[in-house]
């Protein structure tokens, strides 16, 4: 029974340690939250089960607006404290089975299971109002800039589903900041075929011989 028990105990104690090392390895260690190691194989895990269970899928990019600013003007100590606090608003503002990651500096990501666009939209919305809303503690007010889209069946790609929330995130950048925008896979497969046709247009012209006007 002793030696049984000594067996249990020694898997429960590398079963803790292995849970340990999995943790350090996936989680943000300042914020606690998920980092981009563990990005990388979620999006990869949810997109196999969207398609699998054919359910919808969708996505949020965000930063904070100007974040570089807020270090620069009160230290790096308050900017660790602003990013923190930030997450613990942003989880506050989540449902149970939505995953927030830390990907990037002040660069955010949240995967949405089960969620179409329209709910993910008003989802980024109430995690924008959360931030805008809150109280931080040296900086007082902080705002996020958000992008949205949704996965979109089979003919799209992780790379794809990443760039379109990512454009998005630029579209509120150049909006004017503390706003949600959102991109369609219609809309983005718009804007990347007039991008390439007016290449197309521009290496045209660039050949096009010159005339000497003086003759």
Not at 7 to 15: H, L, Q
Not at 139 to 155: A, D, N, R, Y
Not at 159 to 188: I, P
Request: glycine share 4%.
């Amino acid at each position: 029974s002793t030696m049984i028990e000594k067996v249990s105990s020694d898997i429960d104690e590398r079963e803790k340690a292995s849970q340990a090392l999995t943790e350090k390895v996936t989680k943000d260690h300042l914020t606690g939250c998920y980092n981009r190691v563990k990005w990388d194989e979620e999006r990869e895990n949810q997109i196999a089960d969207a398609l699998k269970s054919n359910t919808p899928l969708s996505l949020i990019f965000f930063d904070i607006d100007h974040f570089k600013r807020i270090n620069d003007t009160f230290g790096h100590d308050i900017g660790d404290e602003t990013l923190i606090d930030v997450v613990q608003v942003v989880d506050k503002a989540l449902r149970k089975h939505d995953t927030l990651f830390r990907t990037g500096g002040e660069e955010f990501s949240i995967l949405l299971p089960d969620t179409e666009l329209n709910e993910a939209m008003l989802l980024a919305e109430r995690v924008r109002a959360a931030i805008e809303a809150h109280a931080f503690k040296a900086v007082e007010q902080v705002t996020i800039s958000l992008g949205v889209t949704q996965f979109s069946g089979i003919q799209d790609t992780s790379s794809a589903f990443s760039k379109r929330a990512d454009e998005a995130l630029y579209a509120s950048k150049n909006g004017g900041r503390n706003r949600v925008s959102y991109l369609q896979v219609t809309d983005w497969f718009v804007n990347m075929v007039y991008k390439f046709i007016e290449e197309q247009y521009m290496k045209i012209d660039s050949n096009k011989p010159k005339i000497n006007e003086n003759v």
